[in-house]
């Protein structure tokens, strides 16, 4: 049987024990990342013998009167996590079991949760995948044209890499460049994403690196990688008008695929629906793959 649980009636610890053996576990699902993304977050869960046998955060919203649920900045994908497997009808039972006081619902599942595309309110989205188990001349190998123009270009600016670079500095160059278009962040959605970095790199679940040239300390690039599930996520960068000038960027996702080529990992791009940045992605041999959305107003749903 699934159960609605409130977020006080949750127990974290049978929460992360799934999380933790979950095949389909990621970053997004620990407990204390949703605490620090979506305070407050409520939760369908399966029991079984006293354990959490299968579980779906609920980031909830009131607006209006309205209560709904919506998908938290930094949070590629939720749904169903769970220790055995996922299949249609599990998909649909979670789904069914949305408590009738949401009236509204727009959220991404994970893409180990199947679905039917006939089924209203679905959709695709796109993601980039990089499986790491090969050695690093194998993987770059693979790299597209355009992007081994372009590290061949970066590696003539004798660039470093900079290693734990305070997360502040990449946002800052983020908040410069490409945020300036971001209107629906703010102070408090940046506050939120330094403080959850540093927590996941206190926990040994992130780190945050950036690029500098030989001649001045101040990076131009910089990105935040999640790591968990043997899987690492490029969760967030930020760049300046003089990284793009020497592909920085280029120059870092290089080094990164290069420290941990040849591991039993998974690079995941997170993303993405736009085409140029999904190019990008490409251009190091990821692979497209998808997960999918589910919005509906409740007198449409699955009922």
Not at 214 to 237: E, K
Request: hydrophobic share 40%; net charge neutral; with cysteine.
């Amino acid at each position: 049987m699934i159960t609605y649980l409130t977020h006080d009636n949750i127990d974290k610890n049978l929460w992360d024990d799934c999380i933790a053996q979950a095949p389909n576990g990621m970053v997004y699902a620990w407990s204390w990342y949703l605490d620090i993304v979506h305070p407050g977050w409520d939760a369908l869960v399966e029991v079984e013998e006293g354990n959490y046998l299968s579980v779906m955060p609920l980031t909830h919203k009131r607006k209006y009167l309205i209560n709904y649920l919506c998908q938290p900045f930094f949070v590629q994908q939720l749904g169903i996590f769970s220790v055995v497997p996922i299949n249609v009808e599990t998909t649909k039972a979670f789904l069914k079991t949305i408590p009738k006081k949401y009236r509204l619902v727009e959220i991404r599942l994970n893409e180990k949760n199947p679905v039917e595309t006939s089924w209203q309110g679905v959709g695709l989205h796109r993601n980039h995948l990089l499986n790491l188990n090969q050695d690093y001349d194998v993987l770059s190998s693979n790299y597209h044209e355009n992007t081994k123009r372009n590290l061949k270009k970066s590696l003539k600016r004798d660039l470093q890499l900079v290693e734990a670079v305070p997360v502040q500095k990449i946002i800052h160059l983020f908040r410069n460049d490409r945020g300036a278009m971001v209107k629906h962040w703010g102070d408090a959605e940046y506050t939120r994403l330094e403080r959850l970095t540093n927590t996941a790199i206190t926990s040994s679940n992130a780190f945050a690196c950036g690029v500098k040239t030989s001649d001045n300390d101040d990076i131009i690039c910089g990105a935040i990688f999640m790591i968990s599930h043997r899987r690492i996520t490029f969760l967030f960068s930020g760049n300046s008008k003089a990284g793009k000038e020497v592909q920085a960027m280029t120059f870092l996702m290089d080094q990164v695929i290069r420290k941990y080529a040849g591991q039993s990992m998974v690079f995941d791009f997170e993303g993405s629906d736009d085409d140029d940045l999904a190019r990008f992605y490409q251009g190091f041999g990821g692979l497209p793959t998808s997960y999918p959305s589910f919005s509906f107003r409740m007198r449409n749903s699955l009922r």
